[in-house]
């Protein structure tokens, strides 16, 4: 009888982490040989810090007992840019099978979310391999970014999630009827304890400390880097409203080195103290080792795990402009935004609105998951409409483009008879004429 070998695809320390957490917790079978395949998708993977090179790696390695690259596999493709060719994947998988010592071993595969890219060409690598799936943070309360491949899709087990939004069902592959199962957040606290332990010193935060969290927006060209860094200044300003003294900026691992003066410039003017910690390690170690008074951040998963698994105080600011960024339209980090901006505190004193209602939240999800997804989840359409006819408004608008609405005929979009109105040119320059005589009006 052939042994059983299970592959985990992690990029990050946090998911790492997160599969550590769910091996420890008992989420998969038992296996002969358990395997770590390293990748790394970054923009440029030479330059990068190895994942398993990072502080705090040791204790996450003893779950496995080889520990492989995926970037040395396929060597010199890049591992975001590289599928392989149909005709192709049976060899492809012979040379695996040889190059990673699995001969006939009966292989299962733990992925990321099976969007376009290692993940999924893994996935189609191996045809005959169950797949257990592991969210990567709110990502895996969406809906699907693509159609995927029957033969991928009926091939998953389980989709594997922390508890990042109590209460909330995770959307990702319910298409394929694929069950949720929540990751223990003890574990999880566990694990990210023992890689605190190993990281070594970190630096003391004072008690009324503010930790603002760096995402990667403009390297994908989401905002440009002078809106990103205006996206910090307004997190300093909101944390210094709120009291906070010193303010600690963790940039993202993903992100360019690109600093400007002006979130320096902003903590002077303001007489705050501005640190930026460049050790790459997560920001949960922070969260469990500092214990920042304010957790400060737009869409990112560490908002989530702070608020949800670590109990601090937390506030996003810039979630609307973001949501108004995001293309295309179906987008995975749609539905996080919109979560963080649907049950997260504003940061600007204000500015807030109360967060939506617990009892709404999956109803809310299920119409923007629609509106995303409207092929893959065509029966979801009368819940969807049921929630825009109740609860489009002012609160809720931000979270669903109007043309989309109308392009699908929901509640919320423009009339059928007036939908040609954004088309006609003659509209248009009525509506210019209209707002040039209104502003000689007021001048």
């Known amino acids: 009888m052939s042994r059983t070998t299970q592959i985990f695809c992690a990029s990050t320390p946090y998911n790492l982490a997160t599969l550590a957490a769910a091996i420890g917790s008992g989420c998969f079978a038992e296996a002969e040989r358990r395997v770590l395949l390293v990748v790394d998708d970054s923009a440029t993977p030479e330059t990068a810090p190895a994942l398993e090179g990072m502080p705090g790696f040791a204790p996450l390695r ?3 007992d080889d520990v492989l690259s995926w970037n040395e596999a396929i060597r010199p493709f890049h591992p975001a ?3 392989p060719r149909p005709d192709d994947i049976p060899l492809l998988e012979r040379h695996l099978r040889l190059l990673w010592g699995l001969g006939d071993d009966r292989v299962e595969l733990v992925l990321g979310p099976l969007r376009a890219g290692p993940a999924l060409t893994v996935a189609q690598l191996f045809t005959e391999a169950p797949i257990h799936v592991c969210a990567d943070g709110p990502v895996g309360y969406g809906p699907t970014r693509d ?3 029957p033969l991928v899709g009926t091939r998953v087990r389980q989709l594997l999630h922390l508890d990042l939004v109590p209460g909330l069902r995770p959307m990702l592959l319910t298409e394929f009827d694929v069950p949720a199962r929540v990751v223990p957040t003890p574990a999880f606290l566990k694990t990210m304890g023992e890689v605190s332990e190993h990281v070594g010193a970190l630096p003391a935060l ?4 503010a930790l603002l969290l760096g995402q990667c927006l403009s390297a994908p060209g989401v905002l440009s880097p002078a809106e990103e860094e205006d996206l910090y200044v307004r997190m300093v300003r909101g944390a210094v409203e709120r009291g906070h003294g010193t303010v600690v900026l963790k940039p993202h691992p993903a992100a360019p080195v690109r600093r400007g003066r002006a979130l320096e410039a902003e903590a002077e003017k303001l007489g705050v103290d501005l640190t930026v910690l460049d050790t790459p390690v997560p920001a949960e170690v922070l969260f469990g080792a500092a214990r920042p008074a304010l957790v400060v951040g737009c869409s990112s998963t560490a908002l989530f795990t702070a608020s ?9 600011t810039g979630t609307k402009a973001l949501l108004g960024r995001l293309t295309p339209y179906q987008d995975g980090d749609r539905v996080p935004a919109v979560l963080a901006d649907a049950v ?23 119409a923007v998951g629609f509106t995303m997804q409207p092929r893959i989840h065509r029966s979801l359409r009368p819940a969807a409409e049921r929630y825009l006819a109740q609860h489009f408004g002012p609160r809720t608008q931000h979270y669903f483009g109007r043309r989309r609405l109308t392009s699908l005929g929901l509640p919320g ?3 059928r008879q007036l939908a040609f109105l954004p088309r006609s040119s003659t509209a248009r320059r009525v509506v210019r004429r209209a707002r040039a005589l209104k502003k000689a009006v007021r001048g």
């Open 81 to 83: 840019a590289w599928t």
């Open 62 to 64: 003893r779950h496995f």
């Open 344 to 366: 997260l505190p504003d940061l600007e004193p204000g500015q807030g609105e109360d967060a939506v209602p617990a009892d709404e939240l999956n109803d809310l999800v299920t």
């Open 206 to 209: 004072p008690d009324d400390a």
């Open 147 to 149: 159609r995927l491949d």
């Open 413 to 415: 979009g423009i009339p």
């Open 308 to 316: 949800a698994l670590y109990g601090l105080p937390v506030a996003r």
